[in-house]
């Protein structure tokens, strides 16, 4: 399997700044996920980042409040910008391996 | 709009039991379906994944498929204190790996 580390952990963030949340995988995978988990709800997909193409938005997210940086094979980044209270939450990172995906820790956002 | 549902629970089951997680599917041509499980405060791990209908064994867990019924289950047998989790239905398509998640069933495993 994957395994998938982010950074920062969590944070503490004030209203109206931004936040860039680093993923890394420890192979080389085609495809990684960016997901939100808001509070004792499920997950939901924000967008695919793909390796030299742009990122691909799911219906209701825009890649000004949430661009996504793809670099290379192995690492991607998704800055959440200017930032509200609604924007708490857990943002996870996955990625596929044999044919599952496989979660990062997770990035634990808190915006005040 | 294709939806995964779970009953949130919590389900309670007593140690030793069996414990049963259900979850149905909109998407008729769902491909892949996934079972996680997730700690409080933790992000998701793998269960089981299940391609083709009928019942998938791998240690305590079982996972069944229904495609006719667009159903999807896990089954928990001699469940332990330490299965207590929220278990995520997961619906994929093996193309483009893009999951829909169901909303999760809370387990609690009485001791």
């Known amino acids: 399997s994957a395994v998938i580390s982010q950074k920062p952990s969590r944070d503490i963030c004030q209203r109206g700044t931004s936040l860039t949340i680093q993923c890394q995988v420890d192979?080389?995978?085609?495809?990684m996920f960016w997901y939100r988990q808001q509070p004792g709800q499920s997950l939901t997909l924000i967008a695919t980042a793909n390796q030299g193409s742009e990122a691909t938005y799911e219906s209701g997210f825009v890649i000004d409040k949430f661009p996504i940086s793809r670099p290379n094979l192995t690492f991607s980044t998704l800055t959440v910008s200017n930032m509200s209270p609604e924007d708490s939450s857990i943002y996870l990172c996955?990625?596929?391996?044999?044919?599952?995906?496989?979660f990062g820790p997770g990035t634990r956002l808190t915006v005040l | 709009q294709k939806e995964v549902e779970q009953n949130s629970g919590p389900l309670s089951v007593p140690e030793g039991a069996i414990a049963s997680l259900n979850c149905t599917y909109s998407d008729r041509g769902s491909q892949s379906f996934f079972w996680y499980r997730q700690y409080s405060g933790k992000s998701p791990e793998l269960i089981m994944f299940i391609y083709s209908n009928g019942d998938k064994e791998d240690g305590r867990f079982t996972a069944q498929l229904n495609k006719a019924s667009q159903y999807v289950s896990l089954l928990i047998r001699d469940s332990q204190p330490s299965d207590s989790a929220t278990y995520l239905c997961?619906?994929?398509?093996?193309?483009?790996?893009?999951?829909?998640f169901g909303t999760g069933t809370r387990l609690k495993v009485l001791a």
């Open positions: 997961a619906v994929g398509d093996s193309g483009t790996y893009k999951y829909i």
């Open positions: 996955s990625a596929p391996s044999r044919g599952t995906q496989y």
């Open positions: 192979s080389q995978v085609t495809m």
